[in-house]
C-alpha cells in the first residue's frame, strides 16, 4: 500500500509506488469475493459441521449370490443406517475392501446404497470383501464377505511353424482367454513341462529349441493365484512339431579293427562327417567313460597301449550350437593272462614253522605270450622267503604278521595279485586253573581255564586226575572255558587240571587246582558263663556262640522279641562271645545267636533262657530281717507258754491245805520263783516298752486263772531260793539253735515252726528249766527247780 501524504489522499509518490498499490488493491478485493461467494454457494457446509449425527450399522451383501460361476454379473451392495438432525444428506464417503486392500472409493450425498458391479465376474474376483463409510471423521466397517467365483476358461496355444530342423527354435503363445489376475502358464513337450511363466496378462509367450529329431507334441495350462489359493486351467490344445535330422554326424574309428590283445597300440579317431560349413561354437569331445582324452575341431586322435582293464566304452561328440551328435563304441580286449593268485600251504601256520607260498596266473594267450615269458616275483623284494621254482617260494613263517604281494609280467604288462597276509599263529601257552567265585563244599562251583597267549581256536579239557570231563572250544577272545563241578571232600579240589591245545601237538597241562574249599557252618552253640541258674545281679555275662566250618564267620546275637542283633561281629575264628556287664533283672530273657559264612548259610543257636537272681548282699540282708522277726516270736511264744504253764500249777498248789510250815514255804517258794520266770522273760511287744521284770499287768491273765485265784485275797510271797543238786537224768539246756528246737517240738500249742533263721538262747533266762511233757494239765513237781536260800 502506498503511504499518506500530508496533502493530498492516497497519492502515490512516483509510477513503481503507483503499480504496486494498485496490484494491493486488487488482491484484496479478490479475497473478499471469494468469502462472499464461498458463504453464498456452500451454506451448507457450516450448516453441517453443527448438525449431529450417528452411525447405526453398514452392512455388505453379494447379488446375486456370494457362490457363482464365471461370467456372471455380481454386484456388491454397501448399505448404511445414518440419523442426523437436519434434513439434508450428510456427505459419505464409501471405500471397497478386497483382501484388506482397497479397489474401490466413492463420496457420495445422497441417501442410496452404493453399488460396485463385477461384470461377468472371473476367478482372480475370488476373495473376501468388506465397506467402511466415513462421515466428518466417524467411520464404520462392515464384515467381510466372501466371494466365490469358480470356472476357468479352456486356455489356447499357437506355434510360429510345425516343421523344423533339429537345433532351431519354436515360439509357442498359451492364452487364458477372458482371464484376469496373477496367471502362472506351463508348457509340456511330450507331456513334460520344459518352462514355466509369471504374467500379470492373459497370455505369455515361450521359445522352445529341439535337437532330438523325431515327431513332438506340446500343450499348455495356467494357474490363476489368488492368494492364499490357486485355481488351475484344464489342458489346451495339443500342437505337433516335426524335427528333421542334418545330415552331419559324428565318426569315431578305432584301429586296429580286429582282435585287440594286452599290449597292442590302440590309435582311436574322432571325425567330422558331412560338414557343410563350420562355427566358432562347434567341437569335438573324445572320451573313455568318464575320463576326457581329447578334444578339438575338425578331428581329434588318442593314442594308447591296450589294457584288459580298459575295457569300456569310447565316445566321439559332436557339439554344434545346439546341435549334438554323437558316436561310441566298447572296445573288447584279451588278455596275454590273468591276474596271478597267490596261495599258502599250510592253510594256518604257526611261528618259525615251514611255510610255501605259490604265485600262478589260471590263463594266459599261449598264442601270444610263451610259458617262460611270464615271470613271478614276490612284493616286497624284501621278502624272507626263497623261489623254488616258478612261483614257488618257501621259508619259516616270522613271529608277526606279514603281508605278501605276488606280482606277473609279461611283454610289459604287470599284474598284481591281491595282497596275501600270513598271520602265524602263536602256539598255546600253559593254561592257567582257579575257580570262579567260591568253592563251596556240597555246592555246584566254577573252574576257568585260561592260557595268557595262544591263537584262537583254543580247545581247553577238564582233567579229574587223569580223566576227561569235558571240553571247551574258545573261538573269541571275549569267550571264556567254563566248567561247573562239585565235590563232597575238601581235599578233592586239588584233583582237577586242565589241558590246552590250538595245534596238531601236545597240549599244554595246566598245575594241579589250589583253592579254598569253603566249608558250610553246622548249627552253632550258645554257651553261657556264668553257668544256669548261677546268675545274680551285677554279674558279667558272656554267651559265647561256636560252629564249625570254614572263616570268615559273622557272628550276631539277638534277644527274642527284638528283631535287631544286639551285637555283631566277624571274625576269621569259629567262635565269638558277647559280653554283658553289671546284669540287672532287665536282662532276664530268651537269648539265641545266629552265624554265617561266605557259604551264605545262616545257621542258628538254640535259644537260652536267662534268669537274672538277686545279689549275695540282697538276700543276706532279708534273711536278717526275717531271722530277726522270727526269733522275737519265738521268744514271746515260749515265755508265754512257760507264764501259762507256771500260773497253772501255783493255782493248783494253793488249792491244797498246807500241812507244815514247811509245804507254805514251799509253795511259796516255787509260785515267786515261777512269777520271777515269767517277768524275766517279758519283751517289747506292738511298740510298748516293758522291761523283762516288770509284773504282768492283771488284765493280761487269761480266764481260767482268773476263775482260779479270783476268790482268794492277794497273798504276798516272799522268795526263799534253795540250793539243789542237779539231777543227773536230766539233759543239760545248750545254747544255740538246737536247745530251742527241742523245746518248741515240747510245746503243746506249737508255739513255733521250724527255722533256719537261728534260735533265742532261753537258758540264758534262767540257769535250769524243768522237761515238760506233752499235756499241760500234769504237772511234774519233782522236776520244778529247788529253792535255795
Given at each position: 500500500m502506498c503511504p499518506p501524504h500530508s496533502q493530498h489522499s492516497h497519492k502515490c509518490v512516483n509510477q513503481r509506488d503507483s503499480q504496486q498499490c494498485s496490484s494491493d488493491r486488487m488482491d484484496l478485493l479478490l479475497l473478499l469475493t471469494s468469502m462472499l461467494l464461498s458463504s453464498y454457494f456452500h451454506p451448507g457446509r457450516v450448516v453441517n459441521a453443527e448438525r449431529s449425527f450417528a452411525i447405526k450399522d453398514i452392512t455388505l451383501s453379494i447379488e446375486p449370490r456370494p457362490d457363482v460361476t464365471r461370467d456372471t454379473n455380481v454386484t456388491l451392495r454397501c448399505q448404511a443406517t445414518v440419523s442426523s438432525s437436519g434434513q439434508e444428506a450428510l456427505s459419505r464417503e464409501y471405500t471397497i475392501f478386497k483382501d484388506s486392500k482397497t479397489?474401490?472409493?466413492?463420496?457420495?450425498?445422497?441417501?442410496?446404497?452404493?453399488?460396485?458391479?463385477?461384470?461377468?465376474a472371473r476367478v482372480s474376483n475370488t476373495g473376501k470383501y468388506m465397506c467402511k463409510i466415513n462421515i466428518y471423521g466417524k467411520h464404520v466397517i462392515s464384515e467381510a464377505k466372501k466371494l466365490i467365483v469358480t470356472g476357468l476358461s479352456k486356455p489356447v496355444l499357437h506355434i510360429n511353424q510345425g516343421v523344423v530342423s533339429e537345433g532351431d527354435e519354436v515360439t509357442a503363445m498359451c492364452t487364458a482367454p477372458g482371464e484376469t489376475g496373477s496367471i502362472f502358464f506351463y508348457f509340456y513337450k511330450d507331456s513334460k513341462e520344459i518352462q514355466e511363466k509369471q504374467v500379470i496378462s492373459n497370455q505369455a509367450e515361450a521359445k522352445?529349441?529341439?535337437?532330438?529329431?523325431?515327431?513332438?507334441?506340446?500343450?499348455?495350462?495356467?494357474?490363476?493365484?489368488?492368494t492364499p489359493d490357486s485355481f488351475k486351467s484344464e489342458e489346451s490344445n495339443t500342437v505337433t512339431i516335426s524335427v528333421k535330422e542334418l545330415p552331419i554326424a559324428a565318426v569315431l574309428e578305432i584301429f586296429p579293427k580286429s582282435k585287440i590283445y594286452e599290449g597292442d597300440q590302440l590309435v582311436i579317431l574322432c571325425t567330422i562327417r558331412n560338414v557343410s560349413h563350420s562355427t566358432e561354437s562347434s567341437n569335438l569331445y573324445l572320451s573313455q567313460g568318464n575320463q576326457l582324452l581329447s578334444s578339438g575341431y575338425p578331428k581329434v586322435n588318442h593314442s594308447m597301449i591296450a589294457l584288459a582293464k580298459d575295457l569300456g566304452e569310447f565316445e566321439c561328440r559332436l557339439e554344434m550350437g545346439y546341435i549334438v551328435k554323437g558316436d561310441s563304441k566298447a572296445v573288447s580286449v584279451t588278455e596275454l593272462f590273468s591276474v596271478p593268485t597267490l596261495t599258502m600251504y599250510p592253510a594256518e601256520v604257526f611261528q618259525k614253522e615251514y611255510m610255501r607260498l605259490t604265485c600262478k596266473s589260471e590263463s594266459s594267450a599261449s598264442e601270444r605270450l610263451g610259458i617262460e615269458e611270464l615271470t613271478y616275483t614276490l612284493d616286497p623284494s624284501e621278502s624272507p622267503l626263497i623261489p623254488k621254482g616258478t612261483g614257488v617260494f618257501s621259508g619259516n613263517a616270522l613271529l608277526y604278521n606279514f603281508n605278501y604281494t605276488c606280482v606277473a609280467q609279461a611283454k610289459g604288462i604287470m599284474k598284481h595279485s591281491e595282497t596275501l597276509t600270513v598271520r602265524p599263529k602263536v602256539s598255546v601257552s600253559t593254561p592257567k586253573i582257579s575257580v570262579v567265585g567260591r568253592a563251596v563244599l556240597g555246592k555246584p562251583f566254577k573252574i576257568l581255564c585260561h592260557s595268557d597267549n595262544g591263537s584262537l581256536p583254543i580247545n581247553y579239557t577238564l582233567l579229574r586226575g587223569y580223566e576227561q570231563l569235558s571240553t571247551t572250544i574258545v573261538k573269541q577272545r571275549f569267550q571264556q572255558a567254563l566248567f561247573t563241578v562239585a565235590i563232597t571232600k575238601p581235599d578233592e579240589i586239588s584233583k582237577y587240571m586242565c589241558e590246552a591245545k590250538n595245534s596238531r601237538k601236545e597240549g599244554q597241562l595246566s598245575k594241579r587246582l589250589n583253592a579254598t574249599v569253603i566249608v558250610p557252618l553246622t548249627y552253632p552253640t550258645l554257651t553261657v558263663i556264668p553257668h544256669l541258674p548261677e546268675i545274680s545281679e551285677g554279674d558279667d555275662l558272656y554267651l559265647i556262640c561256636g560252629v564249625n566250618g570254614t572263616p570268615p564267620v559273622t557272628f550276631k546275637w539277638y534277644r527274642v522279641g527284638n528283631e535287631q542283633p544286639l551285637h555283631t561281629d566277624t571274625l576269621y575264628k569259629n567262635n565269638s562271645n558277647y559280653e554283658v556287664s553289671g546284669l540287672s533283672k532287665e536282662h532276664s530273657g530268651m537269648y539265641y545267636c545266629e552265624a554265617v559264612n561266605h557259604a551264605n548259610n545262616v545257621v542258628r543257636s538254640d535259644t537260652v533262657t536267662i534268669e537274672v537272681r538277686l545279689a549275695l548282699w540282697k538276700k543276706v540282708l532279708i534273711g536278717g530281717f526275717c531271722l530277726l522277726a522270727v526269733s522275737v516270736l519265738v521268744v514271746v511264744s515260749v515265755l508265754c507258754f512257760k507264764s501259762k504253764i507256771g500260773k497253772r500249777e501255783a493255782a493248783a498248789e494253793l488249792s491244797v491245805k498246807p500241812s507244815s510250815p514247811k509245804s507254805d514255804d514251799s509253795l511259796t517258794v516255787n509260785l515267786t520263783h515261777d512269777t520271777e520266770v515269767y517277768n524275766a522273760a517279758t519283751v517289747r511287744v506292738d511298740r510298748?516298752?516293758?522291761?523283762?521284770?516288770?509284773?504282768?499287768?492283771?488284765?493280761?491273765?487269761?480266764?481260767?486263772?482268773?476263775?482260779?485265784?479270783?476268790?482268794?485275797?492277794?497273798?504276798?510271797?516272799?522268795?526263799?531260793?534253795?540250793?539243789?543238786?542237779?539231777?543227773?537224768?536230766?539233759?543239760?539246756?545248750?545254747?544255740?539253735?538246737?536247745?530251742?528246737?527241742?523245746?518248741?517240738?515240747?510245746?503243746?500249742?506249737?508255739?513255733?515252726?521250724?527255722h533256719d533263721y537261728g534260735s533265742v538262747e532261753y537258758a540264758e533266762l534262767n540257769s535250769e528249766q524243768p522237761e515238760v511233757n506233752h499235756y499241760c494239765a500234769e504237772v511234774n513237781h519233782h522236776d520244778l527247780p529247788v529253792p535255795v536260800d
Open positions: 479397489i474401490y472409493t466413492k463420496t457420495s450425498s445422497t441417501l442410496e446404497d452404493l453399488l460396485y458391479p463385477l461384470s461377468e522352445i529349441r529341439f535337437s532330438t529329431v523325431g515327431v513332438h507334441k506340446m500343450h499348455c495350462a495356467y494357474t490363476v493365484l489368488v510298748a516298752a516293758v522291761s523283762v521284770w516288770s509284773v504282768r499287768p492283771p488284765e493280761e491273765a487269761n480266764d481260767e486263772e482268773s476263775s482260779m485265784v479270783s476268790n482268794e485275797p492277794d497273798v504276798e510271797y516272799t522268795e526263799v531260793v534253795h540250793p539243789r543238786p542237779l539231777d543227773p537224768a536230766r539233759v543239760p539246756l545248750r545254747k544255740g539253735t538246737d536247745t530251742v528246737y527241742s523245746e518248741l517240738q515240747n510245746s503243746p500249742h506249737g508255739a513255733a515252726d521250724h
